[in-house]
């Protein structure tokens, strides 16, 4: 899908020398030190780094919108030759959105939770002086439309909490693109969406690319991604730049450690090895669910019913995991939120344990509550801004009558086991999007729960950080017969942890068998496409990448499961037990 880039023309972005200091405090002086690249019309750039590499940091810095405390201490940001750095804020704000566009990674802190789909995205012509109101509005529904959002002449009705996660990620595309931008900074833009979805995004960047010669900075942790749009490869580690060169280049011939490190943890396009059958006791019973979302109609608004779940019936083990995936809007997230009782059921039974969750309210159900815990798909919008990560942590076990100080102390071993230790007394605001997905995991683990229902846990993290959360999840389940329900998007995700899959359409569960049964001979048609659209699957160059880490992730799953195999519980357990 990448085109070709002639290294001839002038780049439309150049960064020189950039240095951004973080406040007094931070674990390091700078976000980002001496960062030099550039990007030239027609190409993608990828930008590729743990959490907290700077990726985001160097975007915001180009964007002006770095937050209090943090500036540009040297080095200048040339675009089109003008030095972003030297403008005032008037003058940024005219570029912001018509000439440099940025799709932000977290959609629900992005979009105004009181007003329209549609009038957010007539505001962003209405502040450039772009169309008049009427055609804003078909403009706006022409590119709900262009990104794929189902039902589009509903979605540009409705607010940001009515729609799905990925689906609001696409408001969020659809807004960026609108002006068609001469720069588009994309930060995670794929993160939240489902295979099919991420190929449409992926095709449509790349076809306005190359009609409107549009540069594009592509920041990303997922290597199938690099592997399908990619012309460049930028790889970064702490605020610094480690590796830089040609897609192939990269992928295929890594120079740095690091680089080798990062590609050595992507998950294969391969099946999992073969499991051992799982106890045929069921520990949660899922039957005949029905969950109908309906809203009462107006003058101007039609009364409309979305059945998000239908007659969904399953079984999940103690010790098993099981995935769930689907499209955007399939019922997934749905499914998960019933079984931890945050959405109620209009008919069906929960049952844990033997006893019906769906049937129980007030005391009753909080006895029960801390047997079921969630992972959120949206880590910012689940953490409170203003308490410390270490108390929002504490607060589960404090009101089920841990005394406070133990539950301070085991949350600090939480964090350690999430690789955040000595950070209890930040807030959520200090840390990178994946490093709250970590608190977001280590709050759920607090109150020793029987099942916990991950939405899109791994989602937000890079590949190494995603690699040690798996396998974190792997060894608790091992230790403790903790069942897992795995909610996501990402099929090869799902391949690696989970003992069987779920597939599911329109609220409605159309296949499911092993992992190797469903990633390797799927029945349905519509899991075929699922598991053709995976980045990197398609692309010119993308079997050879996905043989090369094939390769490595069978050497490490043979390692695995060698070491569970010999009783090993590793280091992360240990850590855990004390």
């Not at 068609?180 to 295979?195: K, Q």
Request: net charge negative; hydrophobic share 40%; with cysteine.
């Amino acid at each position: 899908m990448a085109t070709n880039n002639d290294h001839s023309t002038p780049p439309i972005l150049r960064i020189e020398g950039l240095s951004v200091a973080l406040p007094q405090g931070a674990d390091r002086d700078y976000a980002v030190e001496n960062l030099s690249y550039d990007v030239s019309p027609g190409e993608i750039l990828c930008v590729v780094g743990e959490s907290g590499s700077g990726k985001s940091m160097a975007a915001n810095t180009i964007m002006g919108l770095l937050p209090k405390g943090v500036r540009a201490t040297a080095g200048r940001i040339l675009f089109e030759g003008i030095d972003l750095l030297s403008l005032d804020d008037k003058r940024h704000r005219a570029l912001r959105g018509k000439q440099i566009g940025m799709i932000f990674q977290e959609p629900m802190t992005a979009l105004n939770p009181l007003m329209r789909i549609g009038d957010q995205i007539a505001e962003v012509f209405e502040a450039h002086g772009e169309l008049k109101p009427a055609p804003r509005q078909a403009r706006a529904l022409e590119l709900l439309k262009e990104v794929g959002l189902p039902q589009p002449e509903r979605a540009i009705r409705a607010y940001p909490f009515e729609l799905s996660g990925g689906q609001r990620q696409r408001v969020m595309i659809a807004m960026a693109l609108a002006l068609e931008p001469r720069l588009l900074i994309a930060d995670e833009p794929t993160t939240a969406l489902d295979v099919t979805t991420q190929a449409q995004i992926l095709s449509l960047i790349a076809e306005l690319q190359q009609r409107r010669g549009m540069a594009v900075m592509f920041i990303t942790h997922d290597f199938g991604v690099v592997a399908e749009i990619a012309n460049r490869v930028c790889v970064m580690r702490q605020g610094h730049i480690v590796e830089l060169g040609r897609r192939d280049d990269v992928l295929d011939h890594p120079q740095h450690d690091y680089t080798r490190a990062l590609i050595e943890a992507i998950p294969a396009d391969a099946a999992p090895p073969r499991r051992e059958s799982q106890p045929p006791a069921p520990m949660l019973e899922v039957r005949q669910l029905n969950r109908v979302f309906r809203s009462r109609g107006g003058l101007f608004k039609p009364s409309r019913e979305v059945r998000a779940l239908d007659d969904v019936s399953f079984t999940l083990s103690r010790g098993e995991t099981i995935g769930i995936v689907g499209e955007s809007g399939s019922g997934k997230s749905t499914l998960g939120r019933c079984i931890v009782r945050l959405e109620r059921p209009d008919s069906g039974e929960i049952l844990i344990g033997g006893e019906d969750l769906s049937a129980l309210s007030g005391d009753a159900l909080r006895q029960q509550r801390h047997r079921i815990q969630m992972v959120f798909q949206d880590p910012y919008a689940s953490l409170n801004p203003r308490t410390r990560v270490g108390m929002a942590i504490a607060q589960g076990p404090i009101a089920n009558g841990v005394p406070k100080a133990d539950a301070l102390s085991k949350a600090d071993e939480l964090l350690e086991l999430v690789g955040l230790g000595g950070s209890a007394d930040r807030y959520p605001h200090e840390f990178s999007g994946g490093q709250r997905q970590r608190i977001g995991i280590a709050r759920a683990l607090a109150l020793d729960p029987e099942l916990i229902v991950a939405d899109e846990a791994v989602s937000a993290l890079d590949v190494s950080i995603q690699a040690q959360v798996l396998e974190l999840l792997e060894d608790l389940k091992q230790r403790f017969s903790l069942s897992l329900l795995f909610i996501t998007h990402d099929l090869r995700v799902a391949a690696q942890i989970c003992d069987r899959i779920i597939v599911m359409q329109h609220g409605r569960i159309v296949e499911q068998g092993t992992a190797s049964e469903v990633f390797l001979t799927p029945k349905e048609d519509y899991t075929k496409e699922l598991l053709a659209a995976i980045p990197g699957r398609k692309s010119e160059h993308g079997s050879r990448h996905d043989s090369h880490i094939e390769q490595k992730s069978e050497r490490k799953s043979e390692q695995k499961s060698d070491s569970h195999n010999e009783g090993s519980s590793g280091s992360q357990q240990e850590a855990y037990s004390s």
